[in-house]
């Protein structure tokens, strides 16, 4: 059975680096084909994709946010981490990882998701 | 840059057929997957590769894809349908993920 969820701070101040880790069960990043992605949506609006990343370390990312993030993955610890720097009220939102199918991308199990509030 | 466009809201009585639109140029070359959305829960997908559905999602959703539109259909709407329905497709060429801007299903 497939799980993911997401953890860290529920509030950061502007101008401070977001960082989230999503804990995997079920799979394994480290297996070939296997991919994860994150996507976050403020309150009240659309779903956002920001990024994903493969088994191999490929990473995508989305041009609004690509000179301020960064996805990792640790094999070892079956996780996968976000980093958002510099981040403004504009970041506020529940963020959301996912596994992505094996045929296309796309997101066939979500974690939870966890809300996070940029604010002094 | 791709854009996705969804209507708002739409709305249907229950046992009727709720059809969601989804448009964006040359859609009909890219896979199409669709998601529901209910309050304060997480996307749940719905529809995958245009027209396949997921274990355990009902055969009254069903997908299509032609052209510059992309659609879910819903049949025999029931109340449990009502929620917040987004297209999502993956540019290959831009390497990029991108999402409609979703659509409330209302139940009447």
């Known amino acids: 059975q497939i799980t993911l969820k997401e953890s860290g701070p529920t509030l950061v101040k502007p101008t401070q680096t977001l960082t989230l880790t999503c804990s995997l069960a079920?799979?394994?990043?480290?297996?070939?084909?296997?991919?994860v992605a994150w996507i976050r949506q403020p309150p009240g609006k659309a779903l956002e994709w920001l990024a994903l990343?493969?088994?191999?370390?490929?990473?995508r990312y989305s041009p609004s946010v690509k000179s301020r993030i960064a996805v990792t993955k640790d094999a070892s610890k079956n996780q996968v981490v976000l980093s958002l720097t510099n981040v403004d009220a504009e970041d506020t939102g529940t963020y959301y990882c996912?596994?992505?199918?094996?045929?296309?991308?796309?997101?066939?199990?979500w974690g939870p998701g966890i809300l996070v509030t940029v604010s002094s | 840059s791709y854009v996705l466009t969804q209507p708002p809201s739409v709305s249907v009585a229950p046992g009727q057929t709720a059809r969601i639109s989804c448009g964006g140029g040359?859609?009909?070359?890219?896979?199409v997957h669709w998601y529901q959305q209910k309050p304060g829960q997480a996307p749940v997908l719905v529809v995958f590769?245009?027209?396949d559905r997921p274990s355990g999602i009902p055969a009254r959703f069903f997908g299509s894809n032609s052209g510059t539109t992309a659609s879910l259909t819903i049949g025999s709407v029931e109340v449990g349908d009502e929620a917040d329905y987004y297209c999502?497709?993956?540019?290959?060429?831009?390497?990029?993920?991108?999402f409609g801007g979703g659509t409330k299903l209302t139940v009447l």
């Open positions: 996912a596994h992505i199918g094996y045929s296309g991308v796309y997101f066939d199990h």
């Open positions: 079920g799979f394994s990043i480290g297996s070939s084909g296997v991919s």
């Open positions: 990343i493969y088994w191999d370390d490929t990473t």
């Open positions: 040359d859609i009909g070359s890219k896979m």
């Open positions: 590769d245009n027209d």
């Open positions: 999502q497709v993956y540019d290959s060429d831009l390497s990029q993920g991108l």
